[in-house]
Structures are given as C-alpha cells and as structure tokens.
C-alpha cells in the first residue's frame, strides 16, 4: 500500500496539529483504526463521512467523502507542566479484521513558562529616595511561544490590578477638570497616530470609566460627583472628545510607554511597565504576574513577597515604585515536521 503522511511540527496547549494521510485509490480495507493517547483529543476531521468513537483514545473512520485522502487534528485536553511532550498515536487500516498497514506517529506540543530567578526580600521607603532601581526581578522565560503578562498587587486589602498608565493618566486628568471641561488647543505634531486606532482606545476608555472601572487610587474626594457626572448621557460626548484629545498629547508626550509594552521580541506587558503606588503604612507587598500565550492559554500565574521598611516621615504619601524586569530566554527548538512516505 503506497501511503504518504504528514503531521504538523509543532503545537502549543489546546491548539490542534493537523495530520493527513494520501494514498492511491484502488487500495483495497474495511476501514481506519485511529489509536491515540487518552490526554489527547480529535478536534476536527477532513474529508470523514463517518466515524465512530469505539472508546476512549480509540476512533473507527468508517467512511470517506471521497477515496485516497483522509486527515484529522489533535489537540491536548488540558495545560500540562512540561516544556515539551512528545504523544504517540496509529494509525491503522484494517480489512478482514486483520491490520494491512500500520503508521505510528508522533504529535510534539510545546509551551511557555516563566519563572523567578532573583528578587529582592526587602526594599527600605524613605523621603527622598530614587525609587527606579528599588525593586528588581529577574525573570527566565522557558519554552517556546510568545507571551502576555499583567500584574497585579497586594501592599494590604487584598489583590488589585495594575492600571495600565495611559489610563491612569487619562483618569487623573479627568478627574480634576470634569467639572469645568476646558477647550484646550490642539498640539500640532509631526507624528500622526491611527485614528481608527484612536476611536476604538477612546471608545475602550469610555466603556470602563461608564461601567466604574477606575483606579483604586483616585482621589476619593472627587469620585461620587464623578459618577454622578458619567452617569448623565449628555455627557458622554464631552467626555470622548477630551479623551481623543488628552489621549493623543500623552502618547506624543510618552511613546516610551508603548516601547516598554514589548521589553523583548517575545514578551508583552499588557499594561506597560508594572509600578506599584503604596499610599499608606504597609509591611509587606505581593506581586503576582499573570501570563499567557498567543492562543489565550492562561498559565499558573507566580508571585513574589516583599518585606518593606517604610521610614518615610510621611507614611500616607503616594509612593510609586516602578517594578523594573530583567529577562532572561532559554528557548526550545521545535522538532521539524514528520512526513512519511
């Protein structure tokens, strides 16, 4: 039986690796046994009529649409802990109850890890101090596949999200001008930004200020006349023009922001670079950092502990400590495509 296959290279957590089988037409079998681990799945099917599930890992190809083709896609069920796994499957055509060919394959599945190679245990606040180079973590990442990160933190009261800054910049300009909106003048710049681009941000923005996503470190003073200023319709024009406007001036003001988004070809800080502001007397500060891959896997996210020593005179001062990240990439080669003949 002339057979030719082909499988796929390479596939990260969940994502399928397509297989296809050619062969030529008179060849003569009941049908195809497809045997494959448990912890793996068929996702999809290519030019299959009929099939049946025999049992768990155990699939029958009854019939095809159309003689001398027939392919499928596995995908594992599950995020596993390894770099690398390597699952073997067969696949088998049958006539007479008896096997006439038999193909063992192999289907490779990769995945990113990030771990915590150094962090400082303590940090010491004081008046006056450069707070820039007060926190700094090194990070590996492993593996294969590009990588989302986000941050959140704990300095007391539980885990909150780190805002990203334009956001946060946004929000503070806001806030103190809500209630006599200004008509500024246009900057004139030589950088033009998307305005497609702008629109959908701007849009992004309103959602979240009209749904009561704002910083949890806002001035309380202003935030009730605040909501009660979104949550009037009237106002909502108003508010996407001064974010359209206030939005263009500080990313021709601050591009470094959105340099600091991609730290490396394959790392991106959904909300920029981290910082963490502590506004009241703390002892102790958690980070955690979530990731995840191009396909939306959500790994186990990993956390630091910090002791602070806080002898500032003032301990109710907005403090910003910027998390600086060093990264380290020790990546995997994928194993090139299997093809048999």
Not at 55 to 68: C, M, Q, T, Y
Not at 97 to 118: F, G, T, V
Not at 230 to 255: V, W, Y
Request: aromatic content about 10%.
């Amino acid at each position: 039986m002339d057979l030719s296959c082909y499988v796929a290279p390479w596939a990260l957590p969940r994502e399928g690796i397509p297989i296809h089988l050619i062969w030529k037409h008179q060849t003569d079998y009941d049908h195809i046994l497809v045997n494959h681990p448990k912890d793996i799945e068929i996702t999809e099917y290519y030019n299959v009529k009929n099939h049946h599930i025999v049992k768990d890992g155990l699939v029958k190809i009854e019939s095809l649409r159309s003689p001398g083709f027939f392919g499928f896609v596995l995908a594992t069920k599950n995020i596993f802990d390894n770099l690398h796994i390597e699952k073997e499957f067969t696949i088998s055509f049958i006539k007479d109850e008896k096997i006439c060919l038999s193909k063992n394959l192999k289907a490779h599945y990769y995945r990113p890890k990030i771990e915590i190679i150094d962090c400082p245990e303590i940090i010491t606040l004081s008046d006056g101090m450069d707070s820039s180079g007060l926190v700094k973590v090194t990070m590996k990442l492993w593996g294969f596949g590009k990588v989302s990160m986000s941050t959140e933190f704990n300095h007391g009261g539980g885990f909150e999200a780190n805002p990203e800054s334009l956001y946060r910049e946004l929000v503070g300009r806001l806030l103190s001008v809500f209630r006599d909106m200004p008509h500024e003048e246009q900057k004139e710049h030589s950088i033009m930004i998307n305005k497609d681009w702008l629109e959908r941000e701007v849009q992004n923005y309103a959602d979240k200020l009209n749904n009561g996503e704002l910083p949890l470190d806002i001035n309380e003073h202003d935030l009730d006349d605040f909501k009660d200023w979104i949550g009037q319709p009237e106002n909502m024009d108003t508010l996407k023009i001064f974010l359209s406007r206030q939005m263009e001036n500080i990313l021709i003001d601050s591009l470094l922001f959105y340099f600091d988004r991609f730290p490396t070809d394959e790392v991106e800080l959904r909300q920029g670079s981290p910082e963490v502001h502590i506004k009241h007397a703390t002892e102790n500060l958690q980070i955690r950092f979530h990731y995840r891959d191009s396909i939306q896997n959500e790994y186990e996210p990993i956390e630091v502990s910090l002791k602070i020593n806080d002898e500032r005179s003032n301990k109710r001062a907005d403090t910003k400590i910027p998390i600086g990240i060093r990264w380290i990439k020790e990546r995997i080669v994928p194993e090139e495509e299997e093809v048999c003949e």
